[in-house]
């Protein structure tokens, strides 16, 4: 599904990823663990061709992204969402979700006129299914800014999903959140998979990511320490040492 | 959407409840209506046209007013004097404002080129061309001097000097006041219409066809007749000449002195002139003769630059001469205005109309407003000369032209002073 | 061959004199800069105080007939004041994140300035004093100007004790702290509204500083100057990279000199013109300018 | 009546081009440009209508089309570049129009007189409207038809998907991109429908005015463009028609009368008006006041 070949990525002297490789196979959820500073939101923002890596590719579905913008990457089925959230905070949570139709199927099923200067019922039913599914559905039209923290993050997930990606990057999403939270976040997590959609979760509470995840990396140093299912991973001693006076809450 | 209607409905009632409606005084007189620029840099043409205007005003009601249709005496009234900031759009709109909103019988203004310009281009074209939409009201200029302004339509007057004469009879005068002047050379600026295409068209001209030697950039056509080898000037002393708002006159002044010329000729407003003849000093430039556009001919240039202008010559349409060239400078110098080539056509224009409304026998009542236009309007295109603050004024009633007399002064001592009067 | 060398020393005098007179430019860009910098906001109404300035210093000079020097103070410090205050009208009650209002309200304050010179003079050019007007050295073919070369040295001077106040004094490493990190710097007990208002003064001293210089450069201050001077500014601080004081100083001067050899070459109609050509080239493929030292908050 | 007939017309055609500056705005793009467009727009349509003696209508449309199509060949290069970088560039390609323009001189002669643009003499007699005989109501009539088209249609399109894509733009670049949408195209987008508009309305401008020349098209005309949009604010498009009637009724005509207080109170009003309402005149709150207000009402 998504393979990570030998990639680095340097900032001046800093190696955020140093020859990294990773395969996420279709279906799976993948955890993506490591101290702060291992170099994972460097990961996702390579991936999504936010930065372009020194060295290395990013293969998706048997090719290569090299060189594509970030746009392009959306549209064969990449999405995610940002640590610090970035919703569009002026539209409303309605338009939010309706921004991000982008997908191939939207633009092969309606005209292009149509796709941006009209409002299909196909577009009304799948934006409607989204708010429930982020229990967003009385906010419709309040505006993204006068979300509380909690929508504001089922929101942008909600936007991300809007995208119909083949495969989703969460970046920290639990960040900040109280235990039931974390709870609904697991089902959603875990609905998401039930739909077909591949997921990479980047993750510091450690009960998400032993609870939900099928297959989990290690990073430190922006280099792969240890991959396993979670049993294994706790077990790994290499992993103890990385994380030797790590918190979890941190 | 309802509320939004309204809104504007709202914010439009409240423009025109601002705007001044439509003066119309239960006692007969003769109603004026002037604009010009009170604002932005070429204020002084405003404020001054405006007190020289009232002034006048004023001068011919203690004099008994004017004579109307049916021989009585009525006054005359400047309704009010606008700015227009010297930009087109606003002049338009005073000229629209004072046709439709207003009972004059005559707008005056402006004394900017590029507007007047617009304005006539608003105007109808030919008076009895009944397919033509254009605004039917008479206007009467200060200046506006740039060449062939009033021709653009019928209803548009102005009071300038013919400039191909002027400057015609000043080199013919320098010839022989100057003999040992020899070469010439000058800039002007480009961005200013009126300086260029003088400086151009008629100044270099002018002096070629006098005996002087142009030791400029070479012009093959350069010759002894009016616009000869206009654009052959125009691009080859391209680099000689600057903008009105330019701070560094380095390079033109280099090249002029190069040149080394006996007279030197600096054809701009006061603004770019004043800088320009400031580097010239610097640069040691000292030229037997230094020869200025008309515009500059003007207290701008005496607080821009005095010592730096110190003996140019330049033709203008005013000088306190005459006796009542001084009073009027002293009356309007009372009324916190300086008169000059500018002011001074106000001026005389009040009395213009003053003849015009007597010629036309106007009877100076709202319901025959459209008729008195009119009637003016002929009156004012059959006056063939009138009498100017320095002497008589010759009209060709047809163009709409004006051909006022003039004469040159120069400053001495920081002073203008006035060295030649043809017409003497 | 004669003709030849001819040419080439008009051409060498004219970018020579060019440079110099970009120092005005280059203070001017300095100040656009300095503000750039610490707020990442631009003040349209900058050079309008500048020549503001150096019209009170004027006035100082009329009234009093004072000595040159004092001139230049008089309208150093006004325009420092007239710094505080555009601070205070034009963007201290604007939230910082509105970058439009806060420009929209510094074009309301060039207007405002730019209104009132004309109210109080009329419009009319005015008689700058000049310094050391008769200062000019002949070399050989060459000609130097004595009062650009000082208009030169004023400018690297101030230019010298801005970078030493910006980068040795405390006062100065609050103002790089608030443009680089203003939460930061507030929770370390940075005072960011007194901080952006001493970098608008600071920058308000230049600006006086460059309007003087401009208008005895000139020998004649009119209010046809602020809209050139204004734009000029922009394209300095811009062509220099923006919050690069170093680079405004180079682009004035580039700016200054560039502008001369197309006036010299090309002649006065197209000189602009192959100037705001080049910039735009400039900025398409060089789009953080010279020295890309942005400090600029996001 | 003709007078505010006249009033009216100015209204609709800084409307249209405030309009123009106002999309681009919403994607976050700062250009002074607008300018530039309005006046190829002008200048074509009068060639068109007074040279080649075309019917007003598709002058205009080829104006708009060719503005438009400059926008789209500019759009490429001048996206590139952010903020105060685009302002600069943007400026510096409206400054080289204006040059363009300044140099243009395209002389025909008609029975007997000559015609047409005439270098910095400029272009008189663009007399369509009256040598037609069209009165000032069908001018106005005229006008509106356009200015109403494309008010409905921008604020029609303010509320589909496409206007909602050009905020997203205009709020952050980085989130838009990763929900799949190109900046560059909805960019350059934003930038040539702003040219179509602007083209438009300098065609008819330049038949309003009846004479062109390069003072018209300054900077400051393509700050009074972004001026409307900013200070009537971005919430919806009635705010540039009301900045408009704000700036052009109220402050340019309605206070004439004070005669040269006037432009003083311009520059003063705009700055208060952006201390007061950052957000523009018409924002958000105003309208839901407003809308409260009709509930009450009704």
């Given at each position: ?38 170099g ?135 960040a ?28 510091h ?34 992993v103890?040492e ?9 | ?9 709202a ?19 003769v ?37 109307m ?30 046709a ?25 074209k ?25 021709k653009?339509?019928?209803w ?17 005068w ?25 400086y ?34 125009q ?41 320009f ?54 009356i ?23 003849r ?37 004024v ?10 006022k ?10 002073k ?9 | ?11 060498t ?22 503000i ?27 009234l ?41 309200a ?14 109080a ?32 040295f004023?400018?690297?001077?101030s ?8 980068f040795?004094?405390?006062l ?11 939460v ?18 600071i ?33 300095v ?62 | ?28 793009q ?133 206007g909602?894509v ?39 401008y330049?038949?309003?005015?009846t ?10 005309l ?30 340019v ?46």
């Amino acid at each position: 599904m998504l393979k990570i070949k030998s990639i680095s990525k340097h900032f001046g002297g800093v190696k955020a990823l140093n020859g990294l490789d990773l395969e996420v196979e279709e279906g799976v959820i993948y955890g993506v663990i490591g101290p702060n500073g291992s170099g994972k939101s460097t990961l996702i923002n390579v991936i999504c061709g936010i930065f372009p890596p020194n060295k290395g590719d990013v293969i998706f579905q048997g090719q290569s992204l090299s060189g594509k913008p970030t746009h392009q990457r959306s549209k064969t089925g990449i999405a995610r969402t940002f640590q610090n959230i970035r919703l569009f905070p002026s539209l409303t949570v309605w338009q939010n979700l309706w921004v991000a139709r982008n997908s191939v199927e939207d633009i092969n099923t309606e005209s292009r006129f149509y796709r941006w200067f009209g409002k299909s019922n196909i577009v009304k039913k799948e934006i409607k299914e989204m708010l429930e599914f982020s229990n967003l559905e009385n906010r419709a039209d309040e505006l993204a800014s006068s979300l509380a923290f909690g929508e504001q993050r089922r929101l942008e997930l909600a936007r991300a999903v809007a995208t119909k990606p083949r495969i989703l990057l969460l970046d920290e999403p639990a960040a900040g959140m109280n235990k039931d939270e974390i709870r609904d976040l697991d089902s959603r997590i875990r609905n998401l998979q039930l739909q077909g959609i591949t997921i990479i979760l980047i993750e510091h509470v450690m009960e998400l990511v032993m609870g939900v995840t099928d297959r989990i990396a290690v990073l430190n140093f922006g280099s792969k320490i240890a991959e396993g299912n979670p049993q294994e991973i706790q077990k790994n001693e290499a992993v103890q040492e990385a994380y030797l006076g790590y918190s979890e809450d941190d | 959407m309802k509320h939004l209607s309204k809104l504007i409905g709202a914010s439009l009632l409240l423009i025109a409840l601002s705007i001044p409606q439509s003066v119309i005084s239960a006692d007969r007189s003769v109603k004026v209506l002037g604009w010009g620029a009170k604002s932005g840099p070429l204020k002084s043409f405003g404020v001054n046209s405006e007190a020289a205007l009232r002034s006048a005003v004023a001068e011919i009601n203690s004099a008994g007013g004017v004579r109307m249709g049916d021989g009585s005496m009525a006054p005359m009234e400047v309704v009010s004097y606008e700015d227009s900031a010297c930009k087109k759009d606003e002049a338009i709109a005073i000229l629209r404002k004072t046709a439709s909103t207003t009972d004059a019988i005559v707008g005056m203004g402006t004394t900017c080129s590029g507007v007047c310009q617009a304005m006539f281009g608003v105007l109808q074209k030919k008076v009895e061309d009944t397919s033509d939409s254009g605004v039917q009201m008479p206007i009467l200029a200060d200046t506006c001097i740039r060449p062939g302004l009033a021709k653009i339509s019928e209803w548009a007057f102005r009071n300038v000097p013919n400039e191909i004469t002027m400057y015609d009879e000043l080199f013919k005068w320098l010839r022989t006041a100057y003999p040992n002047v020899k070469t010439f050379t000058g800039g002007s600026e480009t961005d200013q219409g009126h300086s260029f295409i003088t400086y151009t068209a008629i100044i270099v001209q002018m002096a070629v066809k006098h005996g002087f030697e142009w030791v400029g950039p070479s012009v093959p056509e350069l010759g002894p007749k009016v616009k000869q080898g206009m654009k052959e000037l125009q691009s080859a002393a391209k680099s000689q000449h600057w903008l009105m708002g330019d701070t560094n006159y380095t390079v033109q002044a280099r090249k002029i002195k190069k040149q080394n010329a006996d007279m030197v000729i600096v054809a701009s407003h006061p603004f770019s002139a004043c800088g320009f003849m400031k580097e010239m000093k610097r640069q040691r430039i000292k030229p037997k003769l230094l020869v200025g556009l008309t515009s500059s001919a003007s207290q701008e240039t005496l607080n821009g630059c005095m010592s730096a202008a110190e003996g140019i010559i330049i033709p203008t349409g005013f000088a306190p001469l005459t006796a009542e060239a001084k009073k009027a400078n002293k009356i309007v110098a009372n009324a916190g205005g300086f008169l000059d080539l500018h002011s001074a056509a106000a001026w005389e224009n009040a009395f213009l109309v003053k003849r015009a409304v007597e010629r036309a026998a106007i009877m100076g009542r709202s319901d025959t407003l459209q008729q008195d236009r009119r009637n003016f309007r002929n009156a004012l295109a059959s006056i063939s000369s009138s009498k100017g603050l320095i002497g008589p004024v010759t009209r060709d009633g047809a163009s709409g032209e004006a051909s006022k007399p003039y004469v040159y002064v120069q400053v001495v001592n920081g002073k203008w002073k006035v060295i030649h009067d043809p017409s003497s | 061959m004669d003709e030849f060398f001819f040419e080439v020393v008009e051409i060498t005098q004219s970018v020579w004199d060019g440079i110099l007179f970009g120092s005005t430019y280059a203070l001017i860009g300095i100040g656009f800069t300095l503000i750039f910098g610490a707020m990442g906001k631009l003040n349209m109404a900058y050079a309008g105080a500048a020549i503001a300035g150096a019209y009170v210093g004027l006035a100082v000079s009329m009234l009093f007939d004072a000595p040159i020097i004092l001139v230049f103070v008089a309208s150093a410090l006004v325009s420092t004041m007239m710094g505080y205050l555009i601070y205070q009208t034009c963007f201290r009650f604007i939230p910082t994140h509105n970058h439009l209002a806060a420009l929209m309200a510094s074009v309301g304050g060039l207007f405002l300035i730019d209104e009132v010179i004309v109210h109080a003079t009329r419009g009319s050019p005015l008689n700058f004093p000049a310094i050391f007007e008769d200062a000019y050295f002949e070399m050989g073919p060459f000609g130097i100007r004595g009062d650009l070369l000082f208009v030169f040295f004023i400018g690297l001077v101030s230019t010298v004790v801005l970078l030493y106040v910006l980068f040795r004094t405390r006062l100065g490493i609050a103002t790089r702290a608030v443009a680089q990190q203003d939460v930061a710097a507030q929770l370390c007990g940075i005072n960011v509204h007194n901080t952006n208002s001493i970098t608008f003064s600071i920058a308000g001293l230049l600006g006086g500083i460059a309007g003087a210089m401009t208008a005895a450069a000139v020998g004649v201050l009119s209010p046809v100057m602020i809209l050139p001077l204004t734009i000029k500014g922009l394209i300095v601080t811009v062509i220099g990279g923006l919050g690069s004081i170093p680079g405004a100083i180079i682009a004035g001067l580039f700016v200054g000199g560039l502008e001369n050899l197309f006036l010299y070459v090309r002649g006065i109609d197209e000189r602009d013109m192959y100037v705001v050509a080049l910039l735009f080239i400039f900025l398409v493929f060089r789009p953080n300018g010279l020295f890309s030292k942005t400090i600029t908050r996001d | 009546m003709d007078f505010y007939l006249n009033l009216i017309n100015t209204i609709g055609i800084h409307t249209m081009l405030g309009l123009s500056a106002y999309l681009l705005l919403q994607t976050g793009q700062l250009s002074l440009a607008q300018a530039g467009f309005f006046a190829v727009g002008a200048y074509t349509a009068a060639i068109l209508t007074v040279i080649f003696q075309w019917n007003i209508i598709p002058a205009v449309l080829a104006a708009m089309l060719l503005a438009g199509f400059l926008a789209f060949l500019v759009g490429f290069p001048a996206l590139r570049v952010k903020g105060l970088m685009l302002v600069v560039a943007t400026i510096a390609f409206s400054e080289f129009v204006r040059m363009f323009f300044y140099n243009l001189k395209w002389r025909v002669t008609r029975d007997g007189e000559e015609i047409g643009p005439d270098g910095t003499m400029g272009f008189a007699e663009i007399r369509y409207f009256s040598d037609n005989g069209w009165s000032n109501l069908d001018v106005t009539l005229f006008l509106w038809t356009f200015v109403i088209i494309i008010m409905v249609v921008v604020w029609w399109s303010d509320n589909t998907r496409a206007g909602a894509v050009l905020r997203a733009v205009g709020e952050d670049e980085l989130a838009a991109s990763s929900v799949g949408i190109n900046l560059t195209i909805i960019k350059v987008s934003a930038m040539t429908v702003g040219g179509f508009i602007a083209g438009l309305s300098g065609g008819l401008y330049a038949h309003q005015v009846t004479s062109l020349d390069h003072h018209s098209f300054t900077v400051l005309l393509g700050t009074f463009a972004i001026a409307y949009p900013i200070l009537g604010g971005l919430s919806n498009v009635f705010g540039t028609l009301v900045a408009v009637i704000f700036i052009q009724g109220l402050l340019v005509e309605g206070l004439r009368f004070i005669g040269d207080w006037r432009m003083i109170l311009f520059g003063l009003l705009i700055v208060l008006a952006m201390n007061f309402k950052p957000l523009g005149l018409f924002d958000k709150q105003t309208v839901s006041m407003v809308k409260r207000a009709m509930r009450l009402k009704t």
